[in-house]
Structure formats: structure tokens, C-alpha cells
């Protein structure tokens, strides 16, 4: 198994423009989410999904578009890029939802770095 | 912001000493996290504890949790210098799907 995967590991976006974050995962697990990680910080939830064609918002939102057309891939949106967003992209996926005492452990991807000028 | 807090930020050690690193959060949960990261690399999951426990062991991990105080604690035991890492908590929130991460704590094993 790969395991999660993501592409492309680096980018560099001019303000405005618009870019499609990848990722995929092997496992057939129902529930994936995209984190922000900025200096100094711990992860942010930006969206998330706990199945194909179902997404909802996480804690930042704002800027990012997501859809869940398949269990594999979860591709994350920027529609008009800012220099805010510059920020280093984690994708995870889990069998199950960490709510409710669930205890499905989070695999994440290696991430993407996006700079935006 | 409902991030938590990660307290020391750094910690500095030798090997074969132990290594607590604490985590206060502001959210009732259903359950606590810890995850390890490895400068440049995607976060690793290390242990989960549910809200009605109060304590959890992993080999070397040993995790505390106390709900009145919002508050866990991550133990490393016998540190080695591949413990070298970034470690943060993250808390599961009651009835959503959130998970707030901590700030992190930098931990580094001197050979």
C-alpha cells in the first residue's frame, strides 16, 4: 500500500492565481481531511469528508473548495490564491471518524509546501 | 481560536532521560490525540485516549488525561536520540468533526 499520497510536494503560486491540491489514498477509508500547518502552530481542519459526495467545513474554510467524487481522492481547491495561504498542506484519511470515541487512527500524506507571492 | 496549548514549546534532554511534555485544550472531547512529526514529514499517530479514561500506556508512551482540568500529558520514557521530533496533541471535539492540534513541542535527544 502507498498509503496517502500527495502531489505535488512543492509549489510556488502568483496572487490570484488558482491551483488543485491532489491527494489519494489506498486503504478504501471513508473519512479524509485537509489540515493547514503554519510556523509555530499546530494543524488547522480546513475540510473534510466522511464519504464519497459528502464535505463539510472544518475550522478554515475560508479560500478552499473541496469535492469527494470517489473513496480515493479528496483533491483541495484555491480558487484565487493569497499570500495567507501560504502554508504547508496536509491531507489524512481513517477508517472511521475520531468522534465519538471512535479510535481510528489518522494516516497523513507528506504534504505539499505552497508559497504564494 | 480553539487551538490548544503545548507546554514547554522546546525541550532539550539526554538520552536515556525521560521526556513530559503537557497539552491544555478548551473544548469539551471525545477523545485526545498525540501525534509525532519528524522535521519536514507528515504527522505520525502515536496514541489515543478516550475522554472517560484517565490513563493510557504504549511501550515507552504514557498518556494522562484529566477533563476537569482540560489538560493531558505525554511521557516518554528511556528517550533515544530517534525520538528527536515535534509532538503535538489534538483534541477530537464532542459532536463534530473538529480536531484542534496543539502549538507542538520540540523535542530533542542529545546522544
Known amino acids: 500500500n502507498a498509503g496517502v499520497t500527495q502531489t505535488p510536494k512543492f509549489q510556488v503560486l502568483k496572487t490570484g492565481q488558482s491551483m488543485t491540491l491532489q491527494c489519494a489514498q489506498d486503504?478504501?477509508?471513508?473519512?479524509m481531511s485537509w489540515y493547514r500547518q503554519d510556523p509555530g502552530m499546530g494543524l488547522r481542519l480546513i475540510h473534510y469528508?466522511?464519504?464519497?459526495?459528502?464535505?463539510d467545513q472544518g475550522e478554515v474554510p475560508n479560500g478552499y473548495n473541496v469535492s469527494r467524487s470517489t473513496t480515493e481522492d479528496f483533491p483541495l481547491r484555491l480558487l484565487s490564491a493569497a499570500p495567507s495561504q501560504t502554508s504547508v498542506y496536509f491531507c489524512a484519511s481513517s477508517r472511521g471518524s475520531w468522534r465519538q470515541g471512535a479510535s481510528d487512527t489518522q494516516y497523513f500524506g507528506p504534504g505539499t509546501r505552497l508559497t504564494v507571492l | 481560536s480553539q487551538q490548544g496549548e503545548e507546554d514547554p514549546q522546546a525541550l532539550s534532554i539526554q538520552e536515556g532521560e525521560n521526556a513530559t511534555m503537557n497539552c491544555s485544550y478548551k473544548t469539551s472531547i471525545n477523545n485526545l490525540q498525540w501525534y509525532r512529526q519528524n522535521s519536514g514529514r507528515g504527522l505520525v499517530h502515536l496514541i489515543l485516549?478516550?475522554?472517560?479514561?484517565r490513563e493510557k500506556h504504549s511501550g515507552r508512551l504514557r498518556v494522562t488525561l484529566d477533563t476537569s482540568k482540560k489538560s493531558s500529558s505525554l511521557l516518554i520514557t528511556a528517550s533515544r536520540a530517534a525520538d528527536t521530533a515535534s509532538y503535538f496533541c489534538?483534541?477530537?471535539?464532542?459532536?463534530?468533526?473538529?480536531?484542534?492540534f496543539g502549538t507542538g513541542t520540540r523535542l530533542t535527544v542529545i546522544p
Open positions: 489534538a483534541a477530537a471535539q464532542t459532536g463534530a468533526n473538529n480536531l484542534f
Open positions: 485516549i478516550r475522554s472517560n479514561e
Open positions: 486503504m478504501n477509508h471513508e473519512y
Open positions: 469528508s466522511v464519504g464519497a459526495g459528502i464535505t
